[in-house]
């Protein structure tokens, strides 16, 4: 009975808890806390049902609200890719619901309770964003996400402020691309519903429509931009990086992510294989462009002096990863793009937890404050060192196999940039993590190039916030070791046809 | 040839090219702007083109109110004309629309008031002036 | 050969027995003669499930075992043949006498975070027995990795700014080329056949080019960079400020030589030899290799650091192993592989006579050593034993080695190789004899140290003796390394 409405209780869970901790949770910070975690257990274990229900069955779900059948009802439609993201999306927001503990009463500690409700209602977002089965209703639930991150990330450091005026400014113009793309779709088919919408597109003069051509670049555009894509990236390293420690933890994995998902679905669940990648001829143009994102996006990183910066440039290298990846035509590429979703959320919440962890502790976050880390605070270093090794694609961490599929995928199709391009993000990662795990190891020198004895004290962060970042750690290796599982029982599904 | 059409479509198909000259000025304002009051109203602007946008695509030529005559009985209900009425779908997505646009202008203000309060103005060169005294 | 392969949890118990002791030796780091039991007990029981194995690969069996599907299609799996075994055996062995030497090292000189450096030098044995062990590429590629990630704090262990220069350098050049060449080399070759899996025959089929070919040949020896063919050689000697014993085992035994090891496997397991002869690929291997052999070994003859001169030697004995597997014939092959074991033997004998010198005079550089055979007899002949070995000249187990390659040259007709052989040995007599000879025989006024015997503490004397002897019986019974490399060509 339960598991029936398993999809809607995703994303119902999240919503109404964030409801319960306005209303109650105002003057107990612990009852905020406790509900904002049963509502995250809440949504994971609802996620899980429907992931197994999806591997067990081999149809997609389909959930009707109300009843009302499609096209003229809203309904979830849940299959092996979304089902995919939304168990890695709840149980990332989950890990940093309980690392939140202790971090969100230092920063933010007069409005814990809006502090969660947000949090309830920006997870909803993301949530519905990946179950729906409804263009339109993608748009709402975008701007409900995009609405609650922009409060969430303006309580930050320094600029905050700023950058999240910008980021409104920018989002919103992404988002109202997509809109408007959504309308031109309508004006030709007079649908909303995706399966829909894809069996009137899959008419030949649909095909030569310029209208839909121009829907499409909109849509994509607008997606893009939500998802910090080379050149759209501006608002991106800016905003997350002076985000709060959580808030960061939260919405720089899962964002970008769940953008990449929405264009995944949208260019092979809305168009086709064939629209995308014969009747547009923009392939080759954007595998290019996500290069160039990868390499500039690596070398920005090199050039930050802040560590939170320096992994915001690292998620934008790692979307174009992801955008190449799907954009190569090839079903290895594809596999490993959509492989690569799952890896990066973990490996860079994992590095966000990991930094949040030391600025908790020393309340500053250049590279100086991994100053004597293997020492202070060796959980943590473990779990940054295993994150950045996945970063970097050493076996046996995930990052390793999604970039193994990548760069088949860069091989099969002739498209050596592609290659070159990842690789050379590899090396410029291993640097960066390298000059880190330098400065970590090593102490200040003298004059005679000898190190000068300090005592590093140990000093670790609270058990709250090293137990998820050591979950998220080790789920870095038991992806990585269980890729062919992975692969065979979820990847290969949602490659789609004709790829 | 091309030129002739091109008219046509702009005098009887007004409505797109009024949407396009809506979404124009707003991104010009959002983009163009130093005043940030000012990028707030180009925002708002844009949206509001891509709403009327919507509204129009509705319209259908002598089509009344989608509200049915007669309609309280079950019977009939088959024979509606469609012709009749204006497509009501376009307006009700607007509503939503337009919801997401007030809360994301509060919430753009909110931000707004913020930052005059931290640096006094909400011009952004001033601020990023002050930043680096 | 008919031989079924043995399945055998075997060769993953040897991988995972130095493992298993990090957390003993990490937890026993207040009791330091407890830790040291830790490490040489792993080590014993190491070598002695490596040496359980040796009988059943002597009589042309192979053990294999998969440890993981990791990618369909493409699994982790070990498969122990006879030069794996030639090699695992090799590093085993060694791995125990290095262990005695580097508590008696470690204790002298008194140095820091010795549970850090025992911890992580038992990682980097059980990565050297994988890669001895590994069953295809992919495998290999995955140990090679964990090697150099754990063979870091080893060698950057003073912490000092010469140490951060050092581990750089090390970092750069292994990990650079090991992500920039060799992967992409192992992905393309796996787009092109569909198997990573070694066979003497090679794997590419005949449609692959020529040109394709020797673009992936020169990917995969240069991105094995461990195994320091010019110019990817520099970190050999910019690592050299590890302390001795790490310098003893991972840069002349297992780092460098999992370097050798690799390359070998793939000219032998991935290209085949046949391959290699028949489109006269051959003559790139032993160009890139004779080279490396001739320039490393004039450097070596300017340098005045000890362990300087040794890391250069080294970049030339792992030049001419190349060059022995370039010849593409059996006996060519057969003699890199034996000279694997054989430098092994007495290379770590100098490196280890380097460092019983530095615990007892604190000195590291040749011009300050004339006249130590005077007060340091024993080190200083073990000494002599290893350098013997690494020219190649009788009685130590280097002149079989260098014996079965010079053969293998003529079997080739490619006699410039013979050149290239006998000028290398020509060259290493050159850079070695002076400094025994000045070691021993000079007169009472230039000798810089007082004639009176006092040897470093028996722990870091003890150990070159040892391996000088095992180097000398080698050259009298070599039947049993021997008997490994023909196992591949049975």
Redesign the interface.
């Known amino acids: 009975m339960m598991s029936a409405q398993a999809p809607i209780l995703i994303l119902l869970i999240p919503l109404l808890c964030g409801l319960a901790i306005t209303l109650v949770a105002q003057k107990s910070k612990n009852l905020a806390f406790f509900l904002i975690l049963i509502g995250m257990i809440g949504s994971f274990s609802a996620a899980c049902s429907t992931l197994i229900q999806v591997l067990q069955g081999s149809a997609p779900i389909h959930y009707r609200l109300g009843g009302w059948p499609p096209p003229f009802g809203i309904e979830l439609v849940i299959d092996h890719l979304n089902a995919m993201v939304l168990f890695i999306v709840s149980g990332s927001a989950l890990l940093t619901a309980v690392y939140s503990r202790n971090t969100v009463i230092v920063e933010i500690p007069d409005r814990v309770h809006h502090y969660y409700t947000l949090y309830a209602l920006l997870v909803s977002g993301l949530l519905g964003m990946v179950a729906t089965g409804d263009a339109f209703n993608l748009y709402v639930l975008l701007e409900i996400s995009a609405l609650s991150s922009y409060a969430l990330l303006a309580r930050g450091r320094g600029l905050a402020y700023l950058s999240t005026f910008k980021y409104i400014i920018i989002g919103t113009i992404g988002a109202s691309f997509y809109l408007l793309g959504v309308g031109y779709l309508y004006i030709k088919t007079g649908t909303l519903n995706m399966a829909d919408l894809s069996q009137m597109l899959a008419s030949p003069d649909m095909k030569e429509s310029v209208s839909i051509k121009t829907g499409f670049v909109l849509i994509i555009i607008g997606v893009w931009v939500k998802m910090g894509f080379f050149p759209l990236h501006g608002w991106l390293p800016n905003c997350y990086s002076r985000a709060s420690t959580t808030t960061s933890c939260l919405i720089a994995p899962l964002m970008t992510k769940v953008s990449i998902y929405v264009m995944i679905r949208l260019m092979f669940s809305v168009f086709s294989v064939d629209y995308v990648f014969n009747t547009l001829q923009f392939q080759q143009a954007v595998v290019w462009m996500a290069c160039i994102a990868i390499v500039a996006g690596s070398i920005s990183a090199l050039a930050q002096q802040d560590l939170k910066r320096m992994l915001c440039y690292i998620v934008l290298a790692e979307v174009g990863y992801m955008v190449g990846g799907v954009w190569l035509m090839n079903s290895n590429g594809f596999a490993g793009a959509v492989y690569h979703i799952m890896s990066d959320v973990m490996m860079t919440l994992c590095l966000f937890m990991a930094v949040g962890a030391v600025i908790y502790k020393t309340g500053d976050s250049s590279l100086e404050s991994m100053r004597g880390i293997f020492r202070k605070m060796p959980v943590t270093a473990t779990a940054f060192l295993i994150g950045g090794f996945s970063i970097i694609g050493i076996p046996p961490t995930c990052g390793f196999f999604s970039k193994w599929y990548l760069i088949t995928g860069a091989v099969e199709t002739g498209q050596y940039h592609f290659m070159i391009a990842l690789l050379f993000s590899s090396l410029v990662n291993a640097v960066l993590f390298f000059r880190i795990i330098e400065i970590g190891f090593f102490n200040r020198f003298d004059d005679s190039g000898h190190g000068i004895h300090q005592k590093f004290e140990f000093s670790e962060a609270p058990v709250m916030m090293l137990a998820p970042m050591l979950i998220c750690a080790a789920s870095l290796l038991v992806i990585g070791l269980y890729t062919s599982f992975i692969l065979r029982n979820i990847v290969q599904w949602t490659i789609p046809a004709g790829l | 040839m091309y030129m002739e059409s091109l008219i046509s479509f702009i005098v009887t198909e007004y409505n797109y090219s009024a949407a396009l000259i809506l979404?124009m000025i707003g991104?010009y304002g959002?983009i163009a702007k130093n005043n940030?009051l000012k990028?707030v109203i180009g925002?708002s602007i844009?949206?509001s083109a891509?709403i009327l946008?919507?509204i129009s695509?509705g319209y259908k030529g002598g089509a009344s109110i989608p509200i049915i005559k007669h309609g309280s009985g079950m019977a009939d209900h088959a024979a509606i004309d469609p012709t009749l009425y204006v497509n009501p779908l376009?307006h009700v997505?607007m509503l939503?629309?337009i919801v997401?646009g007030v809360?994301?202008l509060g919430?753009?203000l909110a931000?707004?008031q913020?930052?005059y309060r931290?640096?006094g103005t909400i011009e952004?060169d001033e601020?990023l002036e002050s930043?680096k005294e | 050969m008919d031989h079924l392969p043995f399945i055998s949890a075997a060769p993953a118990l040897a991988i995972l027995v130095s493992l298993a002791a990090v957390p003993l030796i990490a937890l026993s780091s207040k009791i330091p003669n407890l830790r040291e039991f830790w490490t040489l007990a792993a080590g014993v029981v190491k070598l002695l499930l490596v040496l359980s194995m040796a009988g059943w690969i002597l009589a042309g069996n192979t053990y294999v075992y998969e440890i993981w599907d990791i990618l369909p299609g493409l699994s982790l799996k070990l498969r122990v043949d006879g030069f794996g075994m030639l090699f695992a055996l090799v590093a085993s062995t060694l791995w125990i006498v290095t262990s005695i030497y580097s508590i008696g090292y470690m204790r002298s000189e008194n140095e820091h975070a010795q549970t850090r450096f025992f911890c992580f030098f038992a990682v980097a044995l059980s990565a050297t027995i994988g890669v001895a062990f590994a069953g295809n590429l992919l495998t290999l590629y995955l140990f090679y990795e964990k090697l150099s990630l754990s063979t870091y704090p080893l060698v950057t262990h003073h912490q000092d700014r010469e140490g951060r220069g050092g581990g750089r350098k090390y970092l750069t050049y292994l990990l650079g080329t090991s992500i920039g060449l060799a992967l992409p080399a192992m992905l393309i070759t796996y787009h092109l056949t569909g198997s990573l899996e070694f066979s003497s025959l090679g794997v590419f089929p005949e449609t692959v080019s020529k040109s394709t070919l020797v673009v992936l040949l020169l990917m995969f020896m240069f991105g094995f960079s461990k195994a320091g063919l010019m110019p990817f050689h520099s970190w050999l000697p910019g690592a050299m400020v590890a302390p001795t014993p790490v310098s003893a085992l991972l840069h002349a035994v297992a780092v460098v030589k999992v370097g050798v090891f690799s390359v070998l496997r793939v000219l032998t397991g991935i290209f085949g030899i046949d391959l290699l002869a028949g489109q006269d690929l051959n003559t790139i291997v032993c160009g890139v290799a004779a080279f490396t052999v001739i320039v490393s070994s004039c450097i070596a003859l300017s340098q005045d650091n000890l362990k300087r001169l040794l890391a250069f030697s080294t970049v030339g004995q792992l030049a001419y192993i190349i060059l022995g597997a370039g010849l593409a014939t059996k006996l060519g092959v057969t003699g890199s592989m034996l000279h694997i074991s054989m430098h092994a033997y007495s290379k770590i004998t100098l490196f280890f006579c380097a460092g019983a010198i530095f615990v007892a005079t604190g000195k590291k550089y040749i011009s300050q050593m004339v006249g130590i055979g005077k007060r340091m007899p024993v080190t200083m002949f073990a000494f002599f034993v290893g350098s013997l070995g690494v020219i190649g000249l009788p009685p130590a187990g280097g002149f079989i080695s260098k014996l079965i390659m010079v053969r293998g040259a003529l079997d080739a007709d490619m006699a410039w190789v013979l050149g290239v052989y006998l000028t290398s040995s020509f060259l290493n007599a050159a850079y070695f004899l002076p400094i025994v000879y000045r070691a021993f025989f000079c007169t009472a006024d230039e000798s810089m140290f007082e004639d009176k015997v006092s040897e470093a503490p028996i722990f870091c004397w003890l150990p070159p003796v040892i391996t000088a002897t095992i180097s000398v019986v080698l050259f009298f019974c070599p039947w049993l390394y021997l008997g490994f490399a023909n196992v591949m060509f049975q």
Do not use: D, N, S, W
Request: overall charge positive.
């Open positions: 979404i991104m959002m940030l990028k925002m844009f949206q891509i946008f919507y695509i376009p997505l939503t629309a997401v809360a994301t919430v753009a931000i707004l913020k930052i931290v640096h952004e601020i930043l």
